[in-house]
């Protein structure tokens, strides 16, 4: 696949709430997975890391309230999507969450993914 056959399946599956699929589908095994500076999850490597900090939040959360993801921002190797969310954490609250993600694709595969939102103040 190229970027914007990738970036647009990616887009499909988030979509449709199979994020872990696309993960397991798209992601290459070496995926670098990067999350503003200080957060907890700063620099996540390999896909079964990626898969597991997944998995995490999901387990975070105890009701999901919306989302929402663009519709891909393709150039060469990257592509972006703006994701917007509406969550319920298990016991912090509900929070509604806006950020940027931009992918990186090389062979057909997801290798870089980078997030930029507003980190909560404590």
Request: hydrophobic residues 35%; glycine residues 8%; negative net charge.
């Amino acid at each position: 696949m190229n970027t914007q056959e990738v970036a647009d399946k990616l887009v499909q599956l988030c979509r449709e709430g199979k994020n872990v699929e696309a993960i397991n589908e798209l992601y290459a095994d070496n995926i670098v997975s990067h999350e503003p500076k200080g957060t907890p999850m700063e620099l996540t490597e390999g896909k079964n890391a990626v898969l597991d900090k997944t998995n995490q939040w999901y387990a975070m959360v105890e009701e999901y309230h919306g989302g929402s993801i663009s519709d891909p921002i393709v150039s060469g190797n990257f592509f972006s999507c703006a994701m917007d969310m509406d969550v319920t954490y298990k016991g912090m609250g509900r929070s509604e969450m806006n950020e940027i993600a931009v992918y990186e694709v090389k062979d057909g595969k997801i290798v870089s993914e980078r997030f930029h939102y507003d980190v909560p103040m404590a």
